[in-house]
């Protein structure tokens, strides 16, 4: 088990459990003058997510490929129930009540989704009309559901890491362009398919002074706190920001503001270093994958982590429309921490099933 272990990308798991120290330290000064369960559970999370990353380390990617099937079906189960089932929270009704822990289906989907197009195109062309016609389809219908949700920000996440693991696995550029002559039309229907709050948030990102305690207000307190932080920041809970509670959702889509504003524009650089290397990583284990398969998962989750991270701080700052992205590791939430050290486990055996095959690789590639 330890020699397994060794093989694993080093400089990855170190970035792992520096971004666990700084989040589990942000996550406290946004709830400690509040609600501190909030932060136990997120210590609980953490946990069971390193154990659980730990664990996938030692699964075969020959055997996860099998399970991709499965858990996208129970995946696409989760988002049929929320409608009826899930609970109601802010107004979107996206989790399922397990007990143990609140299940986001749209979470659950992205990875799933994921996993099962780099397995979908381990073996076939996305060339192929018939099977880029499964793969569209195992797209749309999961993002159709998210959609009603709502949940726009996940849908756009979910959409855009698929097109990305679909071009590198070998879809034709001249259609993709042809796909992007339909963009500003999917754009109108999607517009005029959005809900009244959703719009409210694109047109408050272009003033968010014109609606300053409405609409505004969120992106409005969030760069003030980010402001007030200068180069040092106002040091470790002394946030004023956060802890006379004038930022929303402080513990989740908006705790960047809190590192901002208690860590300075120093602790911002150091997040997002800890991001940079953490991305350019996974793409590196992509390269050295010694399968197509493996070499599809980590483009599609260095993806991810970099949407993640990009529409989170540019709606935190007010570069971006206010969409419900978490920043991974640092904001609160036992779904979507959890789903990402298993795609964390993941990209580390992929590293390792690199390592085992050091100097073997299938011509053609980098991913072949």
């Known amino acids: 088990m330890i020699h397994t ?8 798991l170190a970035c792992v459990v520096l971004l666990a120290v700084i989040g589990l330290m942000t996550l406290f000064a946004a709830v400690h003058s509040g609600e501190l369960t909030v932060w136990y559970k997120q ?5 069971v997510g390193m154990l659980a990353m730990v664990l996938v380390c030692f699964v075969p990617l020959r055997f996860v490929g099998l399970l991709a099937w499965p858990i996208y079906m129970l995946a696409l189960l989760a988002l049929v129930l929320t409608p009826l ?25 992205k990875w799933a989704l994921l996993l099962l197009l780099a397995y979908w195109f381990a073996t ?24 009603i949700q709502p949940d726009l920000g996940t849908t756009l ?3 855009t890491a698929a097109m990305v693991v679909i071009l590198v696995a070998g879809f034709p550029w001249k259609w993709f362009m042809g796909l992007l002559v339909l963009s500003p039309f999917a754009g109108y229907v999607l517009w005029h398919n959005m809900h009244d709050y959703q719009k409210g948030r694109v047109l408050s990102f272009l003033s968010p002074e014109s609606d300053p305690l409405g609409k505004g207000y969120h992106v409005i307190q ?50 997002f270093i800890l991001y940079a290397v953490l991305i350019s990583r996974i793409l590196a284990i992509a390269l050295r994958a010694h399968t197509r398969f493996g070499g599809l998962l980590c483009v599609g989750i260095a993806t991810i982590f970099f949407l993640y991270v990009f529409v989170n ?56």
């Not at 802010?90 to 007990?99: E, I, K, N, S, T």
């Not at 389809?137 to 998210?146: E, G, N, S």
């Not at 570069?319 to 036992?334: D, E, H, K, R």
């Open 5 to 12: 272990l060794k093989k694993a990308d080093r400089l990855l």
């Open 313 to 368: 701080i540019g709606m935190v700052s007010g570069m971006l429309p206010v969409v419900g992205v978490p920043l991974p590791f640092i904001s609160y939430g036992g779904s979507a921490l959890l789903s990402m050290l298993l795609a964390m486990g993941l990209v580390l055996r992929v590293s390792i099933e690199s390592a085992d095959k050091v100097g073997w690789q299938r011509p053609g590639s980098p991913l072949l």
């Open 222 to 271: 969030s760069t003030i706190a980010i402001g007030s932080g200068g180069l040092f920041g106002k040091g470790f809970l002394e946030g004023s920001q956060s802890r006379l509670h004038f930022l929303p959702e402080q513990h989740t889509d908006f705790i960047f503001a809190v590192l901002a504003e208690e860590g300075g524009l120093l602790a911002a650089t150091v997040l």
């Open 43 to 47: 210590l609980v999370y953490w946990a």
């Open 124 to 147: 076939r062309e996305a060339s192929s009309v018939k099977d880029l016609s499964v793969a569209l389809v195992c797209t749309i219908v999961p993002a159709a559901l998210i959609v």
């Open 85 to 109: 089932l899930g609970d109601v929270h802010m107004g979107a009704r996206r989790w399922l009540d397990l007990g143990i822990v609140n299940l986001q289906s749209s979470e659950l989907m």
């Open 157 to 159: 996440v979910l959409l």
